[in-house]
């Protein structure tokens, strides 16, 4: 939800900028961040080695149902595509 608690490192130059400019900036910042940063991008984004089986696994809902296990497997790693 917009508006939601978060740390954000803001980098601006402070003399362009007024406290209201700022505060619009962030605003937006927060509404745009607030439309990706959910499960479906996270699982688009990123992909799962699994060193045990000897896989990758690319399909959203598979990385989704991994991550989504209660017991942290050994040499199973997160990894972005980036």
Known sequence: ?????????V????G???????ERELLFLDSVLFHVENWEAFSIANEVIDINRRKIV???????KIL???KVKSFVFVSNKN
């Open 16 to 22: 362009q900028l007024s406290p209201a400019a700022l």
């Open 68 to 70: 989504s296990e209660r």
């Open 11 to 14: 980098l601006t130059d402070a």
């Open 58 to 64: 690319r399909k959203t809902f598979l990385i989704q």
């Open 1 to 9: 939800m917009p508006g939601a608690n978060r740390d954000l490192l």
